[in-house]
Nanobody, 125 residues
Framework: QVRLVESGGGLVQAGGSLSLSCAASGLHNTTVMGWFRQAPGKQREFVAAITGNGITTNYADSVKGRFAISRDNIKNTMSLKMNSLKPEDTAVYYC???????????????????WGRGTQVTVSS
């Protein structure tokens, strides 16, 4: 059974930093993984993705230059380092896994088969 568990969310002031982690179990994963977020009253949106080998990354324009995604395939973990946080970054952040692709990083949530339960990130102004 595949399981994704996020950690590291919390409350931070605007301009601050947070790091999120996602621990995967139930498989030895070398496929695309990503982070999505959902703010109250809004649809879930793509944040970042990383290829199975961890070499190539992709970011939403809203976080480009501020967030950095990485992964450790030995430890079966993925991370999201978030800098220069803004109040509009406030959301529940979800870890996701596309079990079929190793290189193509989709921005569509429906392409990811496995999801964590999410971790809250709140950025105060």
């Amino acid at each position: 059974q595949v399981r994704l568990v996020e950690s590291g969310g919390g409350l931070v002031q605007a301009g601050g930093s947070l790091s999120l982690s996602c621990a995967a179990s139930g498989l030895h994963n070398t496929t695309v993984m990503g982070w999505f977020r959902q703010a109250p009253g809004k649809q879930r949106e793509f944040v970042a993705a990383i290829t199975g080998n961890g070499i190539t990354t992709n970011y939403a324009d809203s976080v480009k230059g501020r967030f950095a995604i990485s992964r450790d395939n030995i430890k079966n973990t993925m991370s999201l380092k978030m800098n220069s946080l803004k109040p509009e970054d406030t959301a529940v952040y979800y870890c996701a896994l596309d079990a079929r692709r190793q290189i193509i990083m989709s921005h569509m949530s429906r392409e990811y088969e496995y999801w964590g339960r999410g971790t809250q990130v709140t950025v105060s102004s």
